[in-house]
């Protein structure tokens, strides 16, 4: 009896241990938790305020985004600049100043296209412009549009074919004044080129005879005068007359070069019985301003500059 007594004395003793050592366990567990509470808003306070640091921008960060956004848009205006000065590598040029060009005929080829704007040019680029008030119907994109401003150039030189004498319609586009170029005019060009393709070897020699006779020496010419000139009309009674004294013949020849006529100003001429071709072109002053027009004629196999009789 007295044995079972101490078993059950010693049984309350280890459990009245044991839970001490539990609530000692759970106190301390619960100071640790409380501990960890406290801790934990300071933290996340730490961490929203990191957070909002690495949100908001630097103001380092803020001058690199602004001078980075200038550069990009210095650069795309510089790209503009330069997409503006490709569309106009082929410009009509007059005076001072340059105009883009736009076509009413749209299926031009780039080729065809530049042949017409080095033949304006050729034709204009000497001369003074002005911008006046005249009224054109110009048809863009298929739409009729009515212009009421043209180009009137004036000046040294004012020479141009006769299918140039309506040219210069001008039409507004993004804020500039834009040249139009009439169906018109490049169903003349159409012909003109056929002309020359009917022509080759006419046309390289008309070029060639026109750099030999800037170049030559009178005292050449005067020896083959029947080689550089054509005598219309009373030819031999004029022939007679230049060669007695052919001074007469070259004042108006020898101070001067002869300008490359332009592709509307070589034709059929009806001056030969056979129809061979004519050109139409210009002596240039020391400057290369024209001065005065003049022909060249294809007789005998060779082009040559066209004397006219009087009434020609």
């Given amino acids: 009896m007295k044995k079972n007594k101490k078993i059950v004395i010693l049984s ?3 459990t009245s241990i044991v839970s001490l050592f539990l609530i000692s366990y759970y106190l301390i567990q619960s100071l640790l938790m409380n501990k960890t509470t406290d801790i934990n808003p300071i933290q996340t306070t730490l961490d929203e305020k990191t957070e909002t640091k690495k949100s908001e921008p630097k103001i380092a960060d803020k001058l690199n985004n602004y001078k980075l956004k200038k550069k990009s848009n210095k650069l795309k205006n510089y790209n503009n600049q330069n997409n503006r000065i490709k569309r106009k590598t082929d410009v009509f040029i007059v005076g001072d100043d340059n105009f883009s060009l736009i076509f009413e005929d749209e299926r031009l080829s780039k080729v065809f296209k530049s042949i017409i704007i080095k033949d304006m040019n050729l034709i204009f680029n000497h ?5 006046v008030d005249r009224l054109s119907k110009v048809t863009i994109d298929s739409r009729i549009i009515i212009s009421n401003k043209a180009i009137f150039c004036y000046g040294k030189g004012e020479y141009w074919p006769d299918e140039y004498n309506y040219f210069g319609a001008l039409v507004e586009q993004n804020g500039e004044y834009v040249l139009t170029v009439t169906k ?6 159409q012909k003109a080129l056929f002309l020359k393709s009917e022509n080759e070897e006419k046309f390289k020699e ?16 005067k020896k083959e005068i029947d080689n550089w000139f054509y005598f219309h009309g009373n030819e031999h009674k004029m022939k007679e007359k230049f060669l007695k004294n052919p001074e007469q013949l070259f004042a108006q020849y020898n101070s001067y070069k002869i300008r490359q006529p332009c592709l ?14 004519i050109a139409v072109t210009y002596l240039l002053d020391d400057s290369g301003i024209p001065i005065s027009e003049t022909a060249l004629i294809f007789d005998d196999n060779r082009w040559k500059i066209l004397i006219p009789s009087y009434g020609t």
């Fill in 127 to 131: 001369l003074k412009y002005k911008i």
């Fill in 184 to 189: 018109q005019l490049s169903k003349a060009y």
């Fill in 206 to 221: 008309l070029d060639e005879f026109i750099t030999a006779f800037n170049t030559a020496y009178s005292s050449e010419i």
């Fill in 12 to 14: 309350l003793l280890i």
């Fill in 264 to 277: 509307l100003d070589i034709k059929n001429s009806n001056l030969t019985t056979n129809k061979e071709l």
